[in-house]
């Protein structure tokens, strides 16, 4: 059996982005803003990227697609299982196949929310939902009775072990509009592309902060090499969604993870409240470009880690080569080795 979650965790993970759209808003498409004009990142963002590495890496995750095609989750699941070769599975047997199988189960959970859909009895699927389809036909003259199947899992919510703030950016930032020209026409009428547009951000360091919490773990099944695996997701997750072109200017910047003493009750919380950003020159904080136009001060985490450190047992962390720090970070400090 796998050993869970051995002790809490937290993890402050810095990102940015260069003219794109860190995560564009259901009705325009445009950057997220809050009402103080602040950009922000949800954490299904976040969790997109790790599950997009996962998937690269071809490792089963449970919100995902099936070869390309969309699905909801009765048929992910359904799928899924067909793979392996049962018919179906209810209960704690089905509760148990996706924490076994799914690492993003594991570490974020999933409310279960399950929709019927028509199997033939004996467990061949005919019918899924209107938004998934498996190429299975019934032999002809040789129709079998068809039945409803909506799992019943026990229990009907999994909380995952890792939960994250909403991302926020960390200076004032600009949005622009960004033109460009379709190679093809509108309509078969017209000889020359159309004109296009989206927008964007000038530039943004985003900033998160994720707990994992141990007592979670165990019910989700989080284990150590599980959470090792996630940090390396969120690493190389935002660098290689860099396959589009609202997100191709994303680079890692900082990730840090505290890992507390077993049996500590204790998180700082908000880790990116002790994180300032300090013009390196001139530049007005909606010009910068890079992180050549700012220095990052973590004084105040040091400090906190510092009061903390009984609580503490260890700090580990990745960084850019080009991020520029106000003071140097601690030796005792270990690095991922990510890079």
Known sequence: MTTTLTSRREILFLYDIRMGNPNGDPDENRPRSLPDGRFYVTD???KRFARDYWAMQNRDILVGNIEGRTTNLTGRV??????????????????NILLDSFIDARCFGSSLAFKGQKEEDGGEVTEQSDDFSLDTKPVKGNKKKQTEWK?????KTLTGAVQFNMGEV??????????G????GSDEEKAQGTFTNYAALRYALIAFHGVANEHSAQKSRLSDTDYNDLLLALWNGVRSAGNTRTKIGQVPRLLVSIEYQPGEEFQFGNLMDYVKLQASGDKTERAWSSPDDYCVDVSRLLNRIDAQRSRIAKVRYE????????SELPNEWQALGFD
């Not at 359904?78 to 509760?95: F, P, Q, R």
């Not at 960084?319 to 106000?326: I, L």
């Open 181 to 184: 020209t379709s190679v093809f």
């Open 44 to 46: 299904v963002r976040l």
């Open 170 to 179: 960390l200076h004032d930032a600009e949005e622009i509009q960004i033109q």
């Open 78 to 95: 359904a799928h899924y299982l067909n793979k392996i070769g049962k018919d179906k599975a209810d209960g704690e047997e089905l509760v």
């Open 151 to 155: 799992p019943k899992p026990v229990p």
């Open 319 to 326: 960084v850019s080569p080009d991020v520029t720090f106000a």
